[in-house]
């Protein structure tokens, strides 16, 4: 460990954030990073556990607890502290393709598993990854490295998000010539267009893509798999197809009034944003404009909260969000101990912002949507919402959300954005190359394996499991390709943690 009294010795010091009314005036990221010795103080904290559950990646009571990249977190703590900042970085990247990615979007498990939070604060794990790996691109630790040798098998991707981009980077390490598909005019998929700026500048995205070119992988754009490109060319040119296309049916809200002008899903909303901003500073005017407007937001996940933050930077004149379920407590309650994931209110950046800018918390708990309300033209005017309590089914003996007689009131509004989630994989893709889906609309595999009914066909990532995480589909990506290079070379020793 880094230093035997360190987490008694040093209090927790996080990345500090700008204000929430000035960090709204743009869509830059907007933490400023630890000095290096300022990380080195807060990697002493790591105890090095016996049972580092920070790496652990398991599954407790229904929540993953630790990492599922099984990250070499002491490890990495460790080295940092005695300064040997490009081990670190080796011993990071020898189970994360992507710490670029993940020290910015993920929610750190590795923090809520940390033996020293158990008692106080969590060791700033996260922090010190991205630490250790804008130190490598600085230093130069992180530059190309293409191959040596080529295998002569070549490797299809259809999507270009974490799994798709986990797999390309494995698979060409070990030699084979991989391509990647994307359909949109970016490559990058979710961490591109679905993961606002202010969370993942876009930069940090072609930083790490340029490199993969250096090193081999081919990319192609605006390529539509299933629609303009038949997979039956893709079968015949490639050895094997992964699919990595995500989950990316959104939830919808089927209340009367659905077809009112001025409703919209997260997704499209959050894409035209991030799409306008990168083509054109929002100049072109080519997105879903909030401003003035009194904006509701159905979903209280994490791309709700994205919502509430890019309204906000719109400039709506009102941010609500609407939630299902009832407000987690404050800390954690006896019946969710450590080291489960902890089930307790959050307030995210966005909703930070609305408080800052609004004077309260734009969360409005048990309440869901009834009825969409419309004027003369047409347009959405307003929400009609109920309130929701949780009964347990007589029949299955589960909780549900039901209505509470009476309770209907009314919300002005004039744009709603649905961030309910999303249902599995888009219908046309599936059924172009004929895989099988099981009862969750995913494609269906042997438990622990990815390859489909289809000969040389596999799957990873969202289109696999469901709608989840980052560090899940980049752990997807990395066990595709093992079983994908097993199948073609007989045997493979590409790491999947």
Not at 17 to 40: C, D, G, Y
Not at 249 to 259: S, W
Request: charged residues 25%.
């Amino acid at each position: 460990m880094g230093k035997p009294t360190g987490f008694m010795e040093y209090d927790r010091e996080n990345a500090a954030a700008v204000a929430p009314k000035e960090r709204i005036k743009n869509f830059n990221e907007f933490h400023t990073p630890l000095s290096k010795e300022k990380q080195r103080v807060q990697a002493a904290r790591c105890m090095n556990c016996g049972v580092p559950f920070c790496q652990a990646g398991m599954n407790i009571m229904g929540m993953t607890s630790g990492c599922p990249l099984h990250n070499l977190v002491p490890e990495w703590n460790d080295l940092l502290y005695t300064n040997n900042w490009e081990q670190a970085y080796n011993r990071l990247t020898k189970t994360n393709n992507f710490p670029e990615f993940t020290s910015r979007v993920c929610p750190a498990l590795c923090e809520a598993a940390c033996t020293c939070g158990h008692w106080e604060d969590p060791v700033t794990c996260k922090a010190n990854e991205h630490g250790i790996i804008e130190n490598a691109y600085e230093k130069g630790y992180a530059a190309a490295k293409p191959p040596r040798v080529r295998t002569g098998k070549k490797v299809a991707i259809i999507g270009s998000g974490p799994a798709g981009l986990a797999a390309a980077d494995q698979l060409n390490k070990r030699g084979h010539s991989v391509t990647v598909f994307e359909r949109d005019d970016r490559v990058g998929g979710l961490l591109m267009y679905g993961i606002p700026n202010m969370k993942l500048e876009k930069w940090v995205i072609d930083r790490k893509i340029n490199i993969m070119k250096e090193e081999g992988v081919e990319f192609i754009t605006n390529a539509n798999v299933g629609k303009d490109i038949k997979p039956a060319k893709l079968l015949k040119e490639y050895d094997r197809v992964i699919l990595a296309c995500g989950a990316k049916n959104p939830r919808n809200i089927k209340a009367p009034g659905r077809d009112a002008e001025g409703i919209y899903f997260a997704v499209d909303f959050l894409k035209a944003t991030t799409k306008s901003l990168l083509d054109s500073e929002l100049k072109d005017n080519k997105y879903i404009s909030a401003k003035g407007k009194k904006v509701v937001i159905i979903g209280g996940g994490d791309t709700g909260n994205d919502c509430v933050g890019t309204s906000i930077r719109h400039g709506a004149a009102g941010v609500i969000q609407l939630e299902m379920m009832p407000k987690a407590p404050d800390e954690r309650a006896e019946n969710n101990p450590w080291p489960e994931w902890p089930r307790v209110c959050k307030t995210d950046y966005g909703q930070e912002e609305a408080i800052a800018m609004f004077g309260s918390d734009p969360r409005i708990y048990q309440t869901t949507v009834k009825e969409f309300l419309k004027d003369k033209n047409g347009k959405l005017c307003g929400l009609k919402t109920v309130k929701l309590e949780g009964k347990k089914d007589e029949k299955t003996g589960r909780m549900q959300m039901v209505e509470v007689p009476g309770s209907e009131s009314k919300l002005d509004c004039d744009l709603v954005l649905i961030a309910a989630g999303f249902l599995g994989t888009e219908d046309y893709i599936a059924k172009a190359f004929g895989v099988d889906l099981n009862a969750r609309t995913n494609v269906a595999t042997e438990a622990g394996h990815y390859k489909t009914n289809v000969e040389n066909v596999f799957t990873a990532g969202d289109m696999h499991r469901g709608q989840s995480l980052v560090v899940w589909a980049i752990r997807e990506g990395r066990e595709a390709a093992r079983e994908v290079d097993e199948s073609l070379m007989g045997y493979s020793y590409l790491s999947v943690q």
